[in-house]
């Protein structure tokens, strides 16, 4: 008799026990990437002062650096919501741009939030290639009688 309600309570702790863990797996989860600089330390740049040394020790490493158009840092930060097997949505995403003159020194500091962002539509074509397309059974068995057999 004991054993019997002893396996019924192990069953329904163990039926709890489960209930808990599949409705945690299906909470949101929050993840926050990037550098964002303190608003306090971005007033310390003050344009035509300030040299690029000086933003790195201030400010940190930039996320990543113009490659065009002159010297610019970036400073990109964002939250985003994961929902179990659902695509990841971006909840707030902040750009700070840091724009150098010639000489090193800032020249202007502009902050941008996900609302000045914009879709980016990509082009789905193709460009094509000269030379054969080459089916399955070419790739697999196109080099059968090629060996150089001298070496």
Not at 3 to 21: E, M, N, P, T, Y
Not at 109 to 116: A, F, G
């Amino acid at each position: 008799m004991f054993k019997s309600l002893r396996s019924k309570s192990f069953i329904g702790l163990g039926l709890v026990v489960g209930a808990a863990l599949m409705v945690s797996a299906c909470s949101s989860q929050f993840a926050t990437r990037g550098n964002l600089p303190d608003p306090d330390r971005l007033a310390e740049l003050v344009p035509g002062e300030v040299h690029a040394r000086d933003v790195a020790e201030i400010l940190g490493t930039p996320t990543a650096h113009s490659t065009f158009g002159g010297e610019s840092w970036y400073y990109i930060s964002e939250r985003v919501e994961y929902y179990a097997f659902l695509a990841p949505e971006i909840l707030d995403r902040t750009v700070v741009q840091v724009k150098f003159n010639k000489e090193g020194f800032v020249e202007w500091v502009k902050k941008e939030d996900n609302q000045q962002g914009r879709n980016v539509a990509f082009v789905d074509r193709t460009t094509p290639t000269a030379g054969n397309e080459i089916t399955f059974f070419e790739q697999i068995f196109g080099n059968l009688g090629r060996f150089n057999k001298d070496k």
